[in-house]
């Protein structure tokens, strides 16, 4: 897994270095975890901190027990930002990789 500074999430690891799980805001990330919910339910077996009124304000993901759901959190939260990126349409992005020599149509 690629070692990116992700805003809202705090990775967990072991003696080696390893990530093994990660902590994530749920108030910098709710509409994503509002999203997981709607798909999944109410989690049973989440560990989740919470605050002195007992707001749950972030979970933790075991990569062991939940992979397939970090998979899922770590696309989100990496694409959250991309909507206001300036795009480029597919032709002219497939001209220049064939003018750098990557892309032989």
Known sequence: MPNYNMRGVQFLTDNLGN???????L??????????????????????LVDSEGEKIAVLLDFEKHGELWEDVYDGIMTEGLEDEPGIPWEEFKRELELKGKLSV
């Open 19 to 25: 990530k093994t799980a990660a902590i994530v805001d």
């Open 27 to 48: 108030k910098e990330h709710s509409a994503f975890w509002a999203d997981v919910l709607a798909e999944c339910g109410e989690p049973t077996d989440f560990q989740f």
